[in-house]
């Protein structure tokens, strides 16, 4: 299977842990995207790399959360503290590099479901 | 950045054409219409996307309208496995030109038997 792969699949943790979860993106995708997803609500933006540098975070990133893109392949995404509200599921999508960013199809991986007790 | 409207829900009967609407009233010339769906627990799947001319694939068709104000996707033979969220998407681009998706809450699509 060649698409973007995330893991761990499921993670429960009790409050205050840390987790983190990696993503594996497409073979050559230059751009990385990192989502998260709370029950009935559609997936929400938290941070962007373009190779190893990330170029964008969201609001929805506190200070708890940080994302890692080393040689610009797979990337992590780390939730210190955890706490009740972060449990949701978080997912990973990748893109290729072409000339502009209007015409871009990303591909997401299965996500890793969070649950913080 | 030009935001979607799509009605919440709706169903379709297995074998007949699966309909989907979606309002994007204030899109701009240049900005695509992106169709993502997502099966319960499972990663949103890539459908298909369009400018301005109609769009068909191996899974879908996208109609766009002349003035880009609305675009219907269409399953031309719905399956029950075509059950899921479908999400009507147009680029909000970021301060670097991320393409950072809005999704939206999407329009539930059930299939009937």
């Known amino acids: 299977d060649t698409g973007v792969s995330q893991n761990p699949r499921h993670k429960i943790t009790k409050r205050g842990q840390n987790v983190t979860f990696r993503c594996d993106p497409i073979?050559?995708?230059?751009?990385l995207y990192w989502y998260r997803q709370t029950l009935g609500q559609g997936p929400e933006f938290l941070t962007y790399?373009?190779?190893?540098?990330?170029?964008?975070k969201s609001r929805l990133l506190s200070d708890r959360f940080s994302a890692e893109r080393p040689k610009g392949s797979f990337s992590t995404l780390e939730i210190q503290r955890t706490e009740q509200g972060d449990s949701a599921m978080y997912l990973c999508?990748?893109?290729?590099?072409?000339?502009?960013?209007?015409?871009?199809?990303?591909?997401f991986g299965p996500g890793t479901r969070l649950l913080v007790l | 950045d030009a935001k979607t409207t799509q009605p919440p829900s709706m169903d379709c009967a297995e074998g007949r054409a699966a309909n989907l609407p979606c309002n994007h009233s204030t899109i701009s010339g240049n900005e695509y219409v992106y169709w993502y769906r997502q099966i319960h627990s499972q990663g949103p799947q890539y459908i298909i996307h369009?400018?301005?001319n109609n769009e068909t694939n191996e899974m879908a068709s996208l109609i766009i309208t002349e003035d880009r104000k609305s675009s219907t996707l269409i399953l031309p033979h719905a399956t029950l496995r075509d059950t899921a969220v479908y999400y009507c998407i147009v680029r909000v681009g970021g301060q670097t030109g991320a393409n950072n998706l809005f999704f939206g809450t999407g329009t539930r699509l059930t299939v009937i038997p």
């Open positions: 790399f373009q190779n190893e540098a990330q170029l964008e």
């Open positions: 369009g400018l301005k």
């Open positions: 999508a990748s893109s290729p590099a072409r000339g502009g960013f209007l015409e871009e199809t990303q591909y």
């Open positions: 073979s050559e995708h230059n751009r």
